[in-house]
């Protein structure tokens, strides 16, 4: 197991090594070039020469990389010259990134609970009215759009119905402490109850729409694997060897149907932070996804530069512990791996 992590560890290392180059070959190939992009607007003749000094841009192009790749590693991508005017990216992006991954969170709660087990009772009951009235449900999910059910949503239940807040990821009016960012754990750990239950009313449409497209293909996934594997002649073995249901179902069925369901639920939820840009910008919910979207309508090009590096980064990770919860459902792909 230990070669096998170490094996995907370095792979995540090139990865990022490579996005590194493109976002540094991008920002190059911008219009005036990368000082035009950072300075924006505010560009001066003096303020134009020291930041080429201060970025070294008057030397060879590999010294110009490894500078780039050091103040990236140290935190340094600039100042925000659209989204949040003067504050620092890595600022804009602490600031936001809590209630993106609050949003994904459960967003993909919402799709893992719902889809799995539907999906499975799906395929035990293959032909029926609920495999029929899932089947359909799920094709819906993947063809409506997220910002067309979002306003969707938006209008039905909070416009009105008024059962849900429009906007915003919590009422103004709250008095409520701040400790990790993540609103709903505040209020848990400040037992600011209120405060905890309002942030959870405003994440729920949202998450809702977020979840729409993960629901769907987690649900197929789920359904198509469990098909294939109750045909397996191994489950046939064990209903002859007289093994009860339930031990059926959760040793040979479940087990072994939860391999490509697992790898869906991680390329979904890396996927997620896509939605969120349509998500967030239909709620005014003031995550990443919304501050992408502006850093695009805006060309505030650091802001943009470290929110497209931090969510790949976050995608590679994500596919890095998919990769190990795999080896640990199934130990023959972490000794094919390690044999190479």
């Known amino acids: 197991m230990l070669r096998y992590t170490i094996r995907r560890l370095l792979q995540l290392l090139i990865v990022v ?36 000094e201060e970025l070294g841009l008057d030397q060879p192009i ?16 600039g100042v925000s010259t659209g989204v949040q005017p003067g504050d620092s990216a890595t600022e804009i992006f602490l600031q936001r990134f809590p209630a993106t991954l609050e949003l994904s969170f459960l967003a993909i709660v919402i799709a893992v609970a719902v889809g799995i087990p539907l999906g499975y009772l799906a395929a035990r009951r293959r032909g029926g009215w609920l495999d029929n009235l899932s089947v359909v449900s799920s094709l819906i999910g993947v063809a409506v759009p997220v910002f067309f059910l979002a306003f969707l949503l938006k209008q039905v239940f909070a416009v009105d119905l008024g059962w849900f807040p429009t906007a915003g990821r919590q009422e103004g009016g709250i008095d409520a402490t701040r400790v990790t960012g993540f609103f709903v754990l505040d209020g848990i750990l400040t037992q600011e109850w209120d405060a905890a239950w309002d942030a959870l009313v405003h994440l729920i449409l949202p998450a809702v729409a977020l979840s729409s497209i993960p629901f769907s293909v987690v649900f197929r996934i789920t359904r198509a694997s469990v098909l294939d594997v109750v045909d397996e002649d191994y ?20 087990r072994n149907a939860m391999l490509p369901v697992v790898t869906t639920i991680g390329l979904q939820t890396g996927a997620l932070l896509a939605g969120a840009v349509l998500t967030e910008k239909v709620f005014a919910f003031p995550g990443i996804g919304q501050a992408l979207a502006l850093g695009f309508e805006r060309r505030d090009y650091p802001v943009l530069l470290l929110l497209i590096l931090c ?21 023959r792909i972490r000794t094919r791996g390690g044999g190479r």
């Open 62 to 77: 590999f010294v110009q990389y490894f500078k780039f790749v050091g103040r990236a590693l140290s935190g340094d991508f």
């Open 311 to 331: 969510a790949a980064g976050v995608f590679v990770l994500i596919n890095l512990l998919v990769d190990l919860s795999y080896a640990l459902i199934d130990p």
């Open 235 to 254: 489950v046939r073995t064990a209903e002859s060897k007289g093994l009860t249901t339930p031990v059926i179902r959760r040793r040979h069925v479940l």
């Open 17 to 52: 090594g490579v996005l590194s180059l493109l976002l540094f070959a991008w920002l190059r190939s911008l219009p005036g070039g990368p000082v035009s992009a950072l300075l924006g607007e505010r560009a001066t003749t003096e303020s134009r020469a020291r930041l080429t």
